[in-house]
């Protein structure tokens, strides 16, 4: 949980912030309790501190005649309930904050008072009871119900706590702004750093944000150019290659027609195609990892069903089932080589090629299924490697799948096998899927 919550810069950022500035609040509160406790009693509590000591003393000051008829007043005035206290001292729950009130009202006056205060239904907010003991005068109690208790609001945290809002929150608020601005240049630079791998070396990642943030960017930018021009250097040896190789085989095709014998010749012509093979193989291996294709709008049901009735005119046992269009965007050239050499794959060591489409919140599933005896497990992860063929009998040149892998790659995609039941191979194109344009 606590990895999901703080998995990205900007969290880790805000959650510094948060605990950073609760912590200061909570420091400057601590401080402000010590330093001066009573200034954090609310008014409201501390004006009925003092309406309590005053109708005391007022009572106190007058003959024994005249109290009841004062207090029947002050009853009503205040509306308070004042009778003379018994032995017995009223029970509930103690009220600290007012009577914390009337002790500071007593110290300042300078009387010689005991008190207390009790909630008797246990919340202060239903009504409390106050004990008043004079040294020199008759003990009293006053009984202050919830009506009256709902104008005095008995919270110690109250005026802190109020500060901490207004002071706190915008303060948090502020700086989770200021650690959004900071770490968004570096979001942006990771979601564009993730499209390396489909737009290939031509991407240039934009370079804003902190001193640090563009300093990377720069250097990834740098990488990038670099890579840049190691592929332009290995286009053109691939060229040359293409060009210096196919000249002598056309030659040695011409040769080969001369040579006598039939049977000579025959298994010359057929190393010589084998040849032919392994090095077009090859250099379509290279030009699907150099190769510069722009993305385009795609439909790649339709490139499915093309490929698959090109196999089927050719003789091959090839169907497509799935959805009529699937558009996404891709390189077309490169998409329909490495399906194309799965759909091979299939007919040739499956027997037949069944293709579908599946479609997922934000990618694209093509899946080519067969027949065939599938491969064995331990080779699963290594038949997608150049020049590994998983039949060491096959004629083929082991890089058809390293290629359809390679392509993938190119998308931002993957290239997965995996066995069916009870027998055949599934080989799947999962590739991400963009808006079209």
């Known amino acids: 949980m606590r990895r999901f919550f703080l998995r990205t810069t900007a ?34 509590v501390r004006a009925m501190a003092a309406e309590v000591i005053a109708v005391s003393e007022t009572l ?21 309930r004042i009778a003379p206290l018994g032995a017995d001292e009223p029970a509930g729950a103690p009220d600290n904050v007012l009577n914390r009130a009337l002790r500071e009202r007593v110290q300042e006056r300078g009387l010689n008072i005991t008190h207390r205060v009790v909630a008797p239904d246990g919340s202060s907010r239903r009504g409390i009871v106050i004990s008043l003991r004079p040294a020199d005068a008759p003990a009293l109690s006053i009984s202050i119900g919830a009506e009256r208790m709902r104008d005095v609001i008995p919270s110690i945290l109250l005026p802190p706590a109020t500060i901490m809002l207004l002071l706190g929150v ?26 390396i791998s489909s737009a290939g070396p031509a991407l240039r990642l934009p370079e804003g944000g902190t001193a640090e943030i563009q300093g990377l960017a720069r250097a990834i930018n740098g990488l990038l150019e670099r890579l840049r021009q190691d592929v332009a250097e290995r286009s053109r040896i691939l060229a040359g290659i293409s ?30 195609h084998r040849m032919e093979t392994i090095i077009t193989a090859s250099l379509t291996l290279f030009e699907a990892e150099l190769r510069e294709e722009p993305h385009e709008a795609l439909d790649v049901a339709s490139l499915a069903q093309t490929v698959c009735d090109e196999h089927a005119d050719a003789g091959h046992d090839a169907a497509y089932a799935g959805p009529a269009h699937v558009v996404l965007r891709a390189q077309p050239a490169a998409l329909q080589r ?30 080519v299924d067969d027949d065939g005896p599938g491969i064995p497990p331990t080779d699963l992860p290594l038949v997608t490697e150049a020049f590994r063929r998983g039949d060491s009998s096959s004629a083929g040149t082991g890089l058809g ?15 997965e096998l995996r066995n069916r039941e009870p027998t055949g191979l599934r080989a799947s194109l999962h590739l991400p899927r963009t808006d079209a344009a």
């Open 60 to 80: 106190r000051a007058l003959p024994p005649e005249q109290q009841p008829a004062v207090m029947a007043a002050a009853a009503e005035a205040l509306r308070w």
């Open 11 to 44: 969290r880790q950022v805000g959650f510094v912030v948060g605990i950073a500035t609760i912590s200061s609040n909570l420091l400057v509160l601590s401080v402000w309790l010590f330093l001066a406790p009573g200034s954090v009693l609310p008014g409201s």
């Open 170 to 195: 915008p303060l948090l608020l502020v700086l989770l702004w200021v650690a959004s601005r900071i770490t968004r240049p570096l979001a942006r630079l990771a979601q564009a750093a993730g499209g």
């Open 401 to 415: 799948l390293a290629i359809a892998t390679s392509i993938a790659r190119a998308h931002g995609g993957r290239l």
């Open 243 to 272: 060009h210096d190789l196919r000249t002598p085989l056309t030659r040695l095709r011409l040769r080969v027609e001369g040579v006598p014998g039939d049977a000579l010749r025959q298994t010359l012509r057929g190393d010589l």
């Open 338 to 367: 490495a399906l194309t050499n799965l759909v091979d794959n299939a007919c040739k060591h499956g027997g037949a090629a069944r293709v579908s489409i599946e479609e997922a919140p934000g990618a694209v599933s093509i899946m």
